[in-house]
């Protein structure tokens, strides 16, 4: 009798899914009676297996945790027309959406004959989560290319701005606005990008920390450095990928990071999210990774499976949300665009919802950058210039339950 073989399942990640001993038991039980003292006794009954786990890569096999896919979701003001987006976030007090649209601009900015500069209409939006109606619109000739958008423990709502004007006197600085739209704070220098303590060079996200401190992710384009001599250059020239922390009041304290592949170096921090246990995530995007640190800058660890991630949202029962806008032929072969979904605490993806079709991507389809998820577990992608006409709009709903 030839001996028996064990076919050992893995996830995508390498992690087996069942020991050698403990199939070997469950093999035993499930195939009759277990021998005891020579004496064959009922089984004791055996929990299902986990379900297999999909394909991380593509998205196969994995639940899509929502059933209704609403194309050019909210409502801009008569005689405006949809640019380009790349943030969005959830109001903490009445868990409305807030969002920006680039003013009619089709790009971030460079080269752009329309943008936030040449047309100074109110960017920043909040939306009905249920209407998709404005209820708040503001912030109109005061920045260029919005990009980041966060809203704070007190309503108030952050916006990083990216680029910067022909004039050079608006551009690369965050802005802190009160939720009637108040200017209330600026950081960084109008229109001049640098890598000193009171500049940024293309400031990516903003994030509050649980005791006011403000944090900024900086450095957008080390994500197209591939190579270490590309890297060493682009430091040399200055660019960077690095999180800068403020205190409440926007005193500089610190930073960390550089344009590089290390734990706490980046190639483009282009989101940022706390979790309930002041945890800071960072999307490294062009690591194709998230790194975790405490609120001191110290390393703790990685996510690996969530693909070349654009936007991040952890949701008040531990799950992480991110959205690969960039995964391609060239800079992440293979992987899909879409939402991965896993406990916050694992590097495990539980769900995924898929991308659109894609022309110019016809096995990894198209998908947004920013990402939201409500109360009711509705998921809004702020879809940026990549989507845009696949999406039909600057924002996407992902429903549940409808």
């Known amino acids: 009798m030839e001996p028996r073989t064990r076919a050992t399942e893995r996830l995508v990640d390498g992690r087996e899914t069942m020991s050698s001993s403990r199939y070997l038991i469950t093999t035993l039980l499930v195939s009759g009676a277990l021998v005891v003292g020579g004496c064959a006794t009922e089984p004791e009954p055996v929990a299902e297996p986990a379900p297999p786990h999909g394909n991380i890569i593509t998205g196969e096999g994995l639940p899509n945790p929502t059933s209704t896919v609403i194309e050019n979701w909210g409502n801009l003001p008569e005689g405006r027309e949809w640019g380009s987006t790349a943030g969005i976030?959830?109001?903490?007090?009445?868990?409305?959406?807030?969002?920006?649209?680039?003013?009619?601009a089709g790009n971030f900015g460079a080269g752009a004959a329309v943008n936030c500069d040449s047309n100074p209409v109110d960017p920043i939006f909040k939306f009905d989560r249920t209407t998709g109606e404005v209820l708040e619109n503001f912030g109109g000739?005061?920045?260029?290319?919005?990009?980041?958008?966060?809203?704070?423990?007190?309503?108030?709502?952050?916006?990083?701005?990216?680029?910067?004007?022909?004039?050079?006197?608006?551009?690369?600085?965050?802005?802190?606005?009160?939720?009637?739209?108040?200017?209330?704070?600026?950081?960084?220098?109008?229109?001049?990008?640098?890598?000193?303590?009171?500049?940024?060079?293309?400031?990516?996200?903003?994030?509050?920390?649980?005791?006011?401190?403000?944090?900024?992710?900086?450095?957008?384009?080390?994500?197209?450095?591939?190579?270490?001599?590309?890297?060493?250059?682009?430091?040399?020239?200055?660019?960077?990928?690095?999180?800068?922390?403020?205190?409440?009041?926007?005193?500089?304290?610190?930073?960390?990071?550089?344009?590089?592949?290390?734990?706490?170096?980046?190639?483009?921090?282009?989101?940022?999210?706390?979790?309930?246990?002041?945890?800071?995530?960072?999307?490294?995007?062009?690591?194709?990774?998230?790194?975790?640190?405490?609120?001191?800058?110290?390393?703790?660890?990685?996510?690996?499976?969530?693909?070349r991630i654009s936007g991040i949202f952890i949701t008040g029962d531990n799950m992480l949300y991110a959205i690969d806008s960039e995964s391609s032929g060239t800079s992440h072969p293979a992987w899909s665009n879409g939402v991965r979904i896993g406990p916050l605490n694992e590097d495990r993806i539980t769900g995924f919802i898929p991308p659109f079709d894609s022309d110019s991507r016809p096995y990894q389809g198209a998908a947004g950058e920013g990402i939201a998820v409500d109360a009711d577990g509705n998921v809004y992608a702020a879809e940026g210039p990549n989507s845009l006409s696949w999406a039909g709009g600057a924002f996407t709903k992902y429903a549940v339950g409808q």
């Open 89 to 104: 976030d959830i109001d903490p007090f009445d868990g409305q959406v807030w969002a920006y649209e680039r003013c009619g």
């Open 141 to 307: 000739g005061i920045m260029v290319t919005p990009h980041g958008i966060h809203v704070d423990a007190e309503g108030n709502v952050w916006v990083t701005d990216f680029a910067v004007n022909e004039e050079g006197t608006k551009g690369h600085q965050v802005h802190k606005f009160s939720p009637s739209g108040e200017l209330l704070m600026s950081l960084g220098t109008a229109g001049q990008a640098g890598s000193g303590p009171n500049q940024f060079n293309q400031p990516n996200d903003v994030v509050t920390g649980p005791d006011g401190s403000i944090y900024v992710g900086d450095g957008h384009n080390g994500q197209g450095m591939t190579t270490g001599q590309a890297i060493a250059a682009g430091r040399e020239a200055g660019s960077t990928g690095r999180i800068m922390k403020f205190s409440a009041d926007g005193t500089f304290i610190k930073e960390w990071g550089q344009i590089g592949t290390l734990h706490g170096e980046f190639r483009t921090p282009h989101a940022l999210a706390f979790d309930s246990e002041g945890r800071l995530f960072v999307a490294d995007r062009g690591n194709h990774r998230i790194e975790i640190f405490d609120q001191d800058g110290n390393y703790l660890d990685s996510r690996y499976s969530y693909g």
